[in-house]
């Protein structure tokens, strides 16, 4: 019997990847997109509702009707000044919704498999374990925080994935990343500031789409870090991105977080210790280099 996967945002980056994964095989999955406005993804070969996921009452219903087995949710406030300037809008959308979505899951008997964020952490340790006390700095990691704590606290089964500095493209994107951020600045020989005291280990969406399947795959329950397996500065991050597309280093140019007087904290060393889902999702992600090359290939 095919396995119902119901992804919400699937408008997204990480929606539209999970969707062409698993349109890829259409012999042991069926896909049910949820998002905001018309489908932008491309795809029209799935059962695509708009949605706007904080309606409760219409999520529920619609759940019900759709029966899924498991539930992606990719759907997030993830701008983290917006969520400091809009604390009610991301209350709703990164800690209601996924109260909705665990209540249902419930009574449907579905697994839900969520996103969350090294953004829990107040970046002092770095190389965070799974186990690690979380003590995130701004809102938008407070919130993240408390949707995992919803989930603990449910009967459901879960799985929760936290990634960092998600990167990639798909149609008719709604935000930018770090990666085509810097490509296009640099092709258009525009001079850039990047900061050399916040640490990241990025990771590439086709990873984090991929990590998703693989919970479903083996009905992985718990908590789960996925990442590349590199702590690199976002100035190096910024030169490994030169280097890959072959642009010019020189305009980059170092600075302080001090000097950027942002609305929100931000953790200054994250990245994630990868023992875990090395052994239980035998799941082995690569260097921010390596994956580049694979983004480079999927792109050119
Ligand atoms: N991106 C990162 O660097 C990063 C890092 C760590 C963790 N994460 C986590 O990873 C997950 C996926 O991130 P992403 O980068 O794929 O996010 P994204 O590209 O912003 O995708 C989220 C999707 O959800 C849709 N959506 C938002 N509010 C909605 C609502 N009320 N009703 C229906 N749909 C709604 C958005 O619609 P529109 O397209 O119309 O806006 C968007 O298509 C999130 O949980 C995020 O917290 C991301």
Not at 237 to 265: C, H, R, V, W, Y
Request: hydrophobic content about 35%; charged content about 25%.
């Amino acid at each position: 019997m095919k396995v119902k996967i119901l992804i919400t945002g699937s408008n997204g980056l990480l929606g539209q990847n999970l969707l062409e994964l698993f349109l890829k095989d259409p012999e042991n999955y069926k896909v049910v997109g949820f998002s905001r406005g018309e489908n932008r993804s491309g795809r029209t070969d799935f059962e695509y509702h708009a949605i706007d996921l904080t309606n409760q009452q219409l999520l529920e219903e619609k759940i019900k009707q759709i029966q899924p087995n498991f539930i992606i949710n990719t759907a997030a406030m993830t701008n983290v000044d917006a969520c400091e300037n809009d604390k009610e809008g991301c209350y709703d959308l990164n800690v209601h919704v996924v109260e909705y979505l665990a209540a249902v899951c419930s009574e449907i008997n579905a697994h839900l498999i969520h996103i969350s964020t090294d953004f829990i952490y107040d970046g002092v340790k770095g190389n965070y374990t799974e186990e690690d006390i979380p003590n995130p700095l701004s809102y938008y990691g407070e919130t993240k925080l408390l949707s995992e704590k919803r989930l603990q606290d449910s009967n459901i089964n879960y799985t929760i994935l936290r990634t960092i500095l998600v990167y990639g493209l798909v149609k008719d994107m709604s935000r930018n990343n770090i990666v085509l951020w810097v490509k296009e600045s640099l092709e258009n020989k525009k001079e850039i500031t990047i900061v050399d005291d916040q640490y990241r280990a990025p990771t590439y969406v086709e990873d984090l789409a991929l990590a998703c399947k693989v919970s479903i795959d083996k009905k992985a329950t718990g908590i789960f870090n996925i990442s590349s397996n590199q702590l690199l500065s976002i100035y190096e991050i910024a030169q490994e991105i030169a280097d890959a597309f072959g642009l010019d280093k020189n305009l980059i140019k170092p600075i302080s977080t001090s000097t950027l007087n942002q609305t929100a904290s931000r953790p200054a060393k994250t990245g994630f210790d990868l023992t875990k889902t090395n052994k239980e999702l035998e799941f082995y992600p690569n260097s921010f280099k390596e994956d580049l090359q694979r983004f480079k290939q999927k792109i050119i």
